[in-house]
C-alpha cells in the first residue's frame, strides 16, 4: 500500500477524505447511522493499514480517527464550605465520598452516556451550570479526579500519550497577550507541527489558518487582553480556535466557540468545524444559543439539564422525539431555543403533556418537566444508547495501540530551546525595555552618585559611609531582581498549563529560556548602574576592581533572580509569591551582615542561607584589601583597614568561597524552582 508522509498527511488534513466506501448501515428509531457510518469509516480507513508493512512506528504519527463513548459519567465536586485541613475529617470524607455517603459533596454530573464518531459533530447544549464544560473537561482527560463512570477512546481508557491529539478550545481564550495573531500562529506551528514538515509547509498553514478563520485584517496586531489593548474578543476566539486546528487534532474539543461572534460569522466558524470533522475528526463542542441554520449543522446533540441528560441522539431528530412526548412549540421557535426552554423548565410557549402539571405556571412545574425529561431519558433513550456502545464492532487492534504510543516530541531539545526562546522574548520584551525601568536604574544611580560623590575612606566615618553604600546597592539589586522574578511564573501559569496539556514542548525548554531571557534583563540593568555610580563614588579606580565588582553585583542579581523564581514556582499566586518575597528579603537584609555582625551562635543558620550575606561579604572584599592603610591623620597614625569595627567579621582576604556559594546558590535555586513548577503544574487545571 501506498505510505503517505507526514507532511502530505498535514496538507491533506482539512481537505475531506474519500467517504466513498462509507454507505448507511442500517438505523433505528433515534438513527444510529452515523455511528455505523464512523464504524465503517474507521474500518476501512484503516483497514489499508498492513500492520506487518507499516509499523506502529510510522502511523503513530498520523491524524488518527478516535471514537469516543462515555458510560454513566458522573462528577462531583466538594462544597466549598466542607473543604477542610484536618487530615482526619479529610480521610472520613475521602471515604464517605466514596461510599456516597457524604453530603458534602456537590454533584455535578449525574449519569452521562454517549458516543461519538470521527466525522461527527457533537453539541452540547443546556442551561448556563448545566454541567458542558464539565462533560468536556473529563472527556478531554483535564479533570480526572472524582469522576466515575467509563470513558474510552477507541476502546482504550485516556492515556496520556492522547495529550496531543485531543485540541481543547477553552471558554476564556488563553492566548500570549504581547504577540500578534500571526506570531501566535506561527510559534503554535513551530512548535506543534510535524518536525519532518519543511519551514515553507508550516507557515503555508498558517496562512490557511488565518484566511479559513478570517483573521488577515488582524494579523499583525497584537492578540492583547487583560489590560493590554489588542483584537476584538470574536477575532481572539477565532485565534484560539486556529491555534488548536492547526495541528489537526483527532479530537477536537470547543467550549463556547460562537460566544462573541455574530452570527454570519458563528456560521462561518461552523462551516469549518463541518470541514475539520468531514476529514475524519470528531468534534465536541458546547454551545449556547446557535442559530436554526447552525443547529442543523450538529450531527449529535446531548441535551443536559442540572447534571442529568435529558436527549441523546440525532439533532436533527430532537424536535420530533419531544413532539412525540407531546412536547410542541406553540410558536415558531429556534429548536435551540425551543430546547433550552425544556432543559430550564421553561413552558411559556410550549404545550405540555395533559396531566403532567397540575396547573402550568405552579412553583413546581418546571421541576415537574425537567423530572419527567428525565424520566423519559432513562427509559427512552439511555437502553438503546448503551446498546448501541455494547453492540459496535471493536477498534482494530492497531488503531488502539496506535493512539497508546506516544507521540515523539516534534523538535529537538535545543530546537524547542530556540523556537521559545524567541516567543519568550518577543513576549517580554516590552517588560525588558521598559522606560520605567531605565529611568529607575539610571535615577537611582545617579541620586547615590551625588549622595557619595567622590567618597574617601581615610577615616573610619568616610570608611562606615562607604559600606552603607555598598550594603544599599546590594539591597537594591537583591529586591529588583526577586521581585522582577516572583510574578513571572504566576503571571504565566495559565498559558503554562494549556501548552502543557497540549504536550507542546518539555518543561525544561521553557524554565531555561524563561530565566535565561529574563537574565538579560538582569545582566544589563545592573551593569549600566554600576558604571554610572561606580565613578561617580569614589570607589577604588583600577580595571581588574570595577570589572571584579560588576561581576559581584550581576552574581547577586542573577543568585536573587533565581530566589524569586522559586518563590514564585513555589507557590504560583500573584499575592502570596509577593508575600514571600517580601518576608525573606527582610529577613535576608537582617542577616546580611550590616545590621547585626554579631548575631548569636543559635541564630547564626539564618545568615548562612542568606545570598546577601554572602553578596556583601563579596562586595566588601572586592573592594577593601586588609592591609590598605587609613586613619593616617589621627593620633595613633596609619591603621590597616583589617582593624577597622567594620569588617570586626570579615576577613578581607580571598572572596572565592562567597563566588562559588553563590554560583551554588543560584543553581540550588533554580534546580529547585524548576522541580517545584514541575509539580505544581501537572496538578493544575484551566
Ligand atoms: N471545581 C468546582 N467546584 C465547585 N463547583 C463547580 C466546580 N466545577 C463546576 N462547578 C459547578 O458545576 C456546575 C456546572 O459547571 P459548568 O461550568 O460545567 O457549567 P456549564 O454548563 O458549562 O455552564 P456555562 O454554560 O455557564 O459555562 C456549576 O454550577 C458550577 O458552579
Redesign the pocket.
Known amino acids: 500500500m501506498e505510505i503517505r508522509r507526514e507532511d502530505e498527511i498535514a496538507d491533506m488534513s482539512l481537505s475531506p477524505p474519500s467517504m466513498g466506501s462509507m454507505h448507511i448501515a442500517g438505523g433505528n428509531s433515534f438513527g444510529h447511522n452515523i455511528e455505523f457510518m464512523s464504524q465503517a469509516y474507521l474500518r476501512n480507513r484503516y483497514s489499508e493499514i498492513d500492520i506487518e508493512e507499516d509499523t506502529l512506528e510510522r502511523i503513530k504519527d498520523r491524524p488518527l480517527p478516535i471514537y469516543l463513548k462515555f458510560e454513566d459519567v458522573e462528577f462531583k465536586?466538594k462544597s466549598?464550605q466542607a473543604s477542610t485541613m484536618n487530615p482526619v475529617k479529610s480521610v472520613v470524607s475521602k471515604v464517605a465520598s466514596q461510599l456516597n455517603l457524604d453530603k458534602d459533596y456537590?454533584q455535578?454530573l449525574k449519569g452521562i452516556t454517549g458516543s461519538i464518531g470521527p466525522g461527527e459533530i457533537l453539541a452540547l447544549m443546556?442551561?448556563?451550570?448545566?454541567?458542558?464544560?464539565?462533560?468536556l473537561k473529563i472527556v478531554g482527560g483535564r479533570l480526572t479526579d472524582n469522576v466515575k463512570g467509563k470513558i474510552t477512546y477507541n476502546d482504550i481508557p485516556y492515556n496520556t500519550a492522547l495529550k496531543r491529539r485531543i485540541g481543547f478550545v477553552t471558554?476564556d481564550d488563553v492566548l500570549l497577550p504581547q504577540l500578534t495573531v500571526e506570531e501566535t500562529l506561527v510559534f503554535a506551528a513551530f512548535l506543534r507541527l510535524p518536525g519532518k514538515m519543511n519551514r515553507q509547509q508550516k507557515y503555508a498553514r498558517v496562512e490557511m489558518i488565518i484566511k479559513e478563520l478570517g483573521l488577515e485584517r488582524c494579523r499583525h496586531t497584537r492578540v492583547g487582553g487583560g489590560f493590554v489593548k489588542g483584537i476584538s474578543g470574536g477575532e481572539r476566539k477565532r485565534t484560539s480556535i486556529g491555534y488548536e486546528i492547526l495541528v489537526d487534532p483527532s479530537l477536537l474539543l470547543l467550549?463556547?466557540p460562537t460566544s462573541g461572534l455574530d452570527s454570519t460569522s458563528a456560521n462561518k466558524l461552523l462551516q469549518i468545524l463541518q470541514k475539520v470533522a468531514k476529514a475524519g475528526r470528531t468534534v465536541i463542542t458546547?454551545i449556547?444559543q446557535p442559530s436554526s441554520r447552525m443547529f442543523h449543522m450538529f450531527d449529535k446533540l446531548l441535551l443536559?439539564s442540572e447534571g442529568y441528560p435529558v436527549y441523546y441522539g440525532k439533532a436533527r431528530e430532537s424536535m420530533e422525539y419531544f413532539s412525540s412526548l407531546r412536547f410542541i412549540p406553540e410558536i415558531a421557535m429556534n429548536p435551540a431555543e425551543f430546547l433550552i426552554d425544556l432543559a430550564t423548565g421553561q413552558m411559556n410557549d410550549i404545550s405540555v403533556p395533559e396531566g403532567l402539571l397540575a396547573s402550568q405556571g405552579a412553583p413546581d412545574s418546571d421541576r415537574d418537566v425537567i423530572k419527567y425529561l428525565q424520566l423519559k431519558y432513562k427509559t427512552q433513550l439511555e437502553p438503546k444508547e448503551k446498546e448501541e456502545n455494547h453492540r459496535n464492532t471493536k477498534t482494530p487492534e492497531q488503531l488502539q495501540l496506535a493512539i497508546q504510543v506516544k507521540k515523539d516530541w516534534t523538535l529537538s531539545w535545543w530546537e524547542q530551546f530556540k523556537i521559545i526562546c524567541k516567543r519568550t522574548f518577543k513576549e517580554r520584551r516590552r517588560d525588558y525595555f521598559d522606560k520605567l525601568r531605565l529611568v529607575q536604574s539610571l535615577g537611582i544611580a545617579v541620586l547615590l552618585g551625588l549622595l557619595w560623590w567622590k567618597s574617601q575612606t581615610g577615616t573610619e566615618a568616610q570608611l562606615r559611609d562607604q559600606v552603607g553604600l555598598i550594603f544599599y546597592i546590594c539591597i537594591f539589586w537583591t529586591s529588583s531582581s526577586i521581585f522582577g522574578a516572583v510574578y513571572v511564573f504566576p503571571f504565566e501559569k495559565i498559558y503554562l498549563v494549556k501548552e502543557r496539556k497540549a504536550d507542546m514542548y518539555r518543561l525544561s525548554v521553557y524554565y531555561a529560556c524563561s530565566t535565561l531571557c529574563d537574565m538579560l534583563a538582569h545582566v544589563f540593568y545592573p551593569t549600566l548602574f554600576m558604571v554610572i555610580i561606580y565613578f561617580m563614588a569614589g570607589f577604588k579606580r583600577t580595571v581588574p576592581c570595577f570589572f571584579l565588582t560588576l561581576f559581584s553585583i550581576l552574581l547577586i542579581a542573577v543568585t536573587s533572580q533565581g530566589a524569586g523564581e522559586l518563590f514564585g514556582a513555589a507557590v504560583l499566586s500573584i499575592k502570596r509569591a509577593g508575600m514571600i518575597a517580601s518576608l525573606v528579603l527582610m529577613l535576608f537584609l537582617l542577616t546580611g551582615g550590616y545590621y547585626v555582625q554579631h548575631i548569636p551562635k543559635f541564630m547564626q543558620w539564618l545568615k548562612y542561607l542568606s545570598f546577601m550575606y554572602y553578596g556583601f561579604r563579596l562586595l566588601l572584599k572586592v573592594q577593601y584589601s586588609g592591609d590598605q592603610l587609613y586613619e593616617c591623620e589621627s593620633k595613633g597614625g596609619c591603621r590597616p583597614l583589617q582593624s577597622s569595627p567594620s569588617f570586626d567579621m570579615v576577613n578581607l582576604s580571598g572572596g572565592l568561597q562567597e563566588v562559588w556559594v553563590l554560583l551554588v546558590m543560584a543553581f540550588g535555586y533554580r534546580l529547585c524552582a524548576y522541580l517545584c513548577l514541575r509539580k505544581r503544574i501537572s496538578k493544575c487545571h484551566l
Do not use: A, N, Y
Not at 443546556?126 to 462533560?135: A, D, E, F, I, V
Open positions: 465536586v466549598s456537590k455535578i443546556g442551561p448556563s451550570g448545566s454541567g458542558k464544560t464539565t462533560l471558554q467550549d463556547e458546547t449556547h443536559i
